[in-house]
């Protein structure tokens, strides 16, 4: 860098970064020496196109320079012939070409840029930087001679040494072999695929290609949960989503929960094997899938980032889970891991490829929560945030700027559905969203499916494939709080019978009631109910769910949060209303609780583009402050006493419906006692 | 450190290392402060017994001090139980028991130190200081509790850190599987073996064991040629060799010497692979041979080194040699390679155990080479030593202090025996040692299996299974000079007729003569000749070696060597005398010629006793002068000077019957002048 100020004054926006350097300047050079970041896959040779700029010229007030006619080289011989071949956009100039001659203001447009921003779509407008492990790099290799006996994979480690001052370099066995005819098939150019390790600074050849390869490379970003895989096909270049793709985990036959799947470990020998071998299947499908769909060739995709839970973890690396089904529920590591594709069994995708899981945050809290801390960042909130992952195990986050809390709640399964009466999982045919009328407790639904109530013209038609075949998740939470409002379920959670709630509905059903939401039985279809026990198992749930959120409260030493955040798939299709209802979080008002989707799959994605992403989530991992409900004194309390329906406050004074509720309380039979009751539960279920 | 002189002196020996510590300090930490090579695998609980010590007690004038009796504490009962139950030996104290109370000298025995010396048997008394890769550590580990939720693994490196100051530790994912169960059944007490990379200086798990482990590790030194493959089992504690095996190289079967195996890979697609495949099989047969032998448990293998030459090299790590058979000779790599055993199909040692493969020297000039130079030290030597090492090519280093060069020669595969009318590969029935009486012109020889001459009464009793089936390549090294000094054969490589050299041993052979070295043709055994094609392929061979040599002397501007070392299994097997009187190599006194044996495998035994060996032999090939003979301008001529039998000069005087033999030549046939026929020899061949 010159420090004369009689050298040109370059200017580069949008990152205001300027210098001065001496007349003669590539801009490619200048914007390295400054510091800018410009783009080149081929080093500066003018082939492959990537550090195209735009020069401005006229009067810049506010940077206070004139740029002149000609402040840049004229267009040389290159950039002539790439205009002609393939078109240079008007005003653009190749930033290796150009030269430097007077004053100029140089803007780098956003694909032009290695580390450019991706705004992301959600409400807060995360914007993320681009900065994949995995890059392309053109190089021109020295040829081999007589005289000079070194190895050709040392020869290409020279040039990039010398043409990207990138050392440390290593190759695996399967690229050394390839090296030779590649090499000598390009005429000693070639693109190497070259992924950075984030820990070690260690630079791995994962593919290589003869002469200047112009293609994207493509990463996968998998949210591998206990009932579906998830992924995206992602860009590797600018963040943005090809496919996506989604398929059944096939460890459900061993177990449709994650301590079932624990056991069937413990009682099989080889059990845990097996499932390795069943989800690592499902993975190599799911990459096929995606391949398919997209028409890219997976060899081509040489990154992937999972995250999971601990036991979806441990059965993915092949490690037998046992220790994650007792206390102290010890994983084997909980540090974030890469390893090559092969290693996994992962064969469709490029062998070589980076598979990069997550940290896990505790035995109980898994690479998936981490990655949800990374797609929301709470230990970067002004304010204090709760993030509730919901599954058969939640998970809660807890934090704002000055410390995040984690911890894992045993909801059990019936927030998805599952061990509900007529529970099912949401998929065409489910009741999803429920509505009773409070006067005239008649109840009307959506099934996923349709888009209508299932009192709106239409429905029927919509319907005639899937049929009406149970409840999923979400539509039993809200089952469940409209029978509240409705007043057809007391604050103990207890459902009256016809004649206390005045509708037949409500039909007996051995010594307690059940509401009957819809009945098909003339037609030979079902009957879909609401028992009792359906209600005690949703008590449970929100209770364990609710418990966590006050223990992690207790921990911080607050009594209000100031927002929620609903996350996971699940999570997205809940109604905040009624969740709140429910008494599944703390209160806050309703314009505080957001839906961030599948935020797991959100981070696993932040952590594929970007490198400083992974360091940073291994850091805030270590700093969460890990809350251990099994064996927190507070927590049976705290879950005891959630167990009601509902916490009715401020934030729901809006809800007329509800504040002018009559509160009823139904005559409990002699064995119906809520907390007596529970504990005989199991053996119910 | 203590810099206070009032407190007690510390002397250790024999490293002489002193210094003032704290009393109270316990031996081993003083040792650790002082800088001492004091082993310890429990990291100081008293239970390996690797640091134990013996005081030495009174006056000191040499070092100036007086140890009186209480310089160190009493015995504890760690000690006490450790006499009791395994035997202290007299005068011996556990360096992490005994407390420095006054001024006292203490001695590390040699088995005591890690890095203890260990002294060659060979005639230099080479030392190598013992710094295997691969060591254990015992640790005991902090056990998981609900509240500090972090991974098992993460207390692993935890305690590594605080007991041995070891960071950087990674596990693959074999290990992270078997790291619950082996923790809880040594109850959180372990001993890991642990794998220090020369370059990273990363440690990485290789195997574990519950509680303390006091068995030894093992290593291989591999010696992988071209015919055979050579190993030693090694004690990785004290560089010992517990067992040695051979085996053929499997490839055989896709040709006889180097460059046909890379024209079958070339012919054959996938050729290459078979004969990866057939090497790696060999590998792993040799290790089961190893076990079976020795006792050892092959899993108990974490470590071998391997020498070989460069299409070896291609062949084992699965990649096409093809550049190696053709100019420029490019390696795919020429740096050294550590990968896990697995990654190379070595199944039946530890598959997480580490291989290591020396760096090659040029596109000719291999890893055996490397490991030849790292054994010899020409670059350490204060004269000018040639190293040769035979075989179908022959591998040359000259060198001193100041400079070392390296290249190779064609040789082709004469001087082992193969292309030789009678030859043979050298097993039992083959003519190894020949003398001809320079009178009688009757011959001699020696078989291998019986230690006596074919004259000596016996002889026949010896070879009675084996018979007499050939001639070896020492045997026809040996016959040719010795036809040459009894007037056979003439200065320029002809053999006389029975006529002119007096002898019906030589007997007609088409337009040339053969010399019969034995006939058992009455008995319907072989006829054992020395024909003039063979003498051609001697002087071939012989020339191309000495014409390296020429070549490597022209190159560092010399005309004389100071010693030369033969080195290879064969080189271990020829008569320097006949070699030199041949002319395979420069004159120089007889004494100064010297056999090295399987220098090539000694190098790899010191690779893989010595990190730091590695280290060196990385650099020592970097600087190596490579000199390549078929670029070199001279190399034809020297060639052709080197063709006549042979040079006599000075150091020959001794040799009565050289010198004062009769100068014979004999008529040369229009078309045996050696020049011409050489040109056609290969279409003879």
Redo the contacts between chains.
């Keep these: 860098m010159s420090d004369s100020t009689t050298d040109p004054l370059v200017i580069f926006t949008p990152s205001g970064k300027r210098g001065h350097v001496a007349a003669g300047t590539r801009v490619l050079d200048a914007a390295r020496q400054l510091g800018v970041d410009l783009d080149s896959v081929c080093g500066g040779r003018g082939i492959c196109s990537k550090c195209q700029v735009t020069p401005a010229y006229g009067e810049f007030p506010k940077h206070g320079i004139h740029v002149a006619e000609g402040a840049l080289s004229e267009w040389n011989r290159v950039e002539e012939r790439y205009d002609r071949v393939r078109g240079l956009r008007e005003g653009r100039r190749l930033g290796c070409q150009a030269e430097v001659l007077g004053d100029v203001v140089i803007d780098v447009p956003p694909e032009s840029q290695v580390h450019r921003q991706v705004v992301r779509k959600e409400a807060d407008k995360r914007t993320v930087h681009m900065d994949p492990a995995t890059r392309l790099f053109y190089i021109e290799v020295e040829e081999?001679?007589?005289?000079t006996?070194?190895?050709?994979?040392?020869r290409v480690k020279e040039a990039l040494h010398e043409q990207f001052g990138i050392d440390a370099v290593t190759?695996p066995?399967?690229i050394?072999?390839r090296?030779?005819?590649v090499l000598r098939k390009g005429e000693w150019k070639v693109t190497l695929a070259l992924h950075k390790g984030h820990r070690?600074h260690?630079w791995q050849v994962l593919d290589l290609w003869p002469g200047l390869r112009e293609e994207n490379l493509w990463g996968l970003a998998i949210d591998l949960g206990s009932t579906t895989i998830a992924a995206h096909l992602v860009n590797l270049r600018d963040g943005t989503v090809e496919a996506s793709a989604g398929i059944m985990n096939p460890q459900i036959r061993f177990g449709e929960d994650l301590m079932s799947r624990v056991s069937y470990s413990m009682m099989n020998p080889g059990g845990d094997q097996e499932m390795t071998r069943a989800v690592r299947q499902a993975l190599n499908q799911l990459i096929t899938n995606l391949g398919d769909q997209s028409g890219i060739d997976p060899v081509e995709i040489v990154e992937a980032v999972i995250v999971c839970n601990p036991v979806m973890h441990h059965l993915l690396?092949?490690?037998?889970p046992?220790?994650l089904g007792q206390?102290?529920?010890?994983?084997?590591?909980?540090?974030s891991i890469s390893?090559p594709m092969r290693?996994l069994g992962i064969t469709t995708a490029n062998p070589e490829g980076q598979i990069f899981i997550l940290p896990?945050?505790?035995?109980?809290?898994g690479a998936d929560s981490a990655a949800v801390a990374l797609a929301e960042e709470p230990g970067k909130s002004d304010d204090l945030v709760l993030i509730v992952d919901v599954g058969t195990n939640a998970e809660l986050l807890l934090g704002d700027r000055e410390q995040v809390l984690a911890c894992s709640s045993p909801t059990g399964p019936a927030l998805e559905g599952a061990q509900i009466s007529s529970g099912q999982r949401a998929a065409p045919g489910a009741i999803e969203r429920v509505e009773i009328d409070p006067v005239t407790r008649e109840p009307r639904f959506k099934v996923i499916g349709s888009d209508r109530w299932s009192d709106e013209p239409g429905f029927s038609m919509d319907i005639t494939h899937s049929g009406i075949t149970g409840i999923c998740g979400s539509g039993i939470i809200e089952a469940v709080a409209e029978m509240r409002i409705a007043g057809i379920v007391d604050r103990h959670g207890l459902i009256g019978s016809a004649e206390q709630t005045g509708t037949q509905r409500c039909v007996p059903d051995g010594r307690t009631h059940s509401y009957l939401l819809h009945d098909d039985s003339a037609n030979g279809g079902p009957r879909i109910l609401v028992t009792q026990a359906d209600i005690r198992a949703i008590q449970l749930a929100k209770s364990a769910l609710y418990a966590g959120a006050e223990l992690l409260m207790e921990e911080k030493g607050v009594d209000h949060v100031d927002r929620v955040v609903l996350a996971g798939a699940f999570g997205a299709h809940i109604s905040p209303k009624h969740a709140m209802i429910l008494g599944m979080f703390p209160d806050v008002p309703l314009d505080k609780v957001r839906s961030a989707g599948n935020a797991a799959g959100t981070g696993a994605r932040i952590a594929l583009c970007s490198v400083a992403a992974r360091a940073e989530i291994e850091h805030e991992v270590r700093v969460i402050n890990?809350v251990?409900t099994?064996?927190a004194p507070h927590f049976q309390e705290f879950f005891v006493g959630a167990n009601g329906i509902p916490h009715l406050t401020a934030p729901f004074e809006n809800l007329a419906t509800i504040v002018t509720l009559p509160e009823v309380a139904f005559n409990a039979s002699p064995h119906s006692h809520p907390r007596r009751r529970r504990k005989r539960e199991p053996a119910e279920g």
């Excluded at 690396?317 to 037998?320: A, R, T, Y």
């Excluded at 206390?327 to 540090?335: L, N």
């Design positions: 081999p001679d007589l005289a006996p070194t190895g050709d994979f040392q190759a066995l399967s050394l072999g090296l030779q005819k070690d260690e690396l092949g490690i037998d046992f220790e206390a102290p529920f010890a994983p084997a590591t909980s540090e390893v290693e896990i945050i505790a035995g109980h809290v890990k251990e099994a064996i």
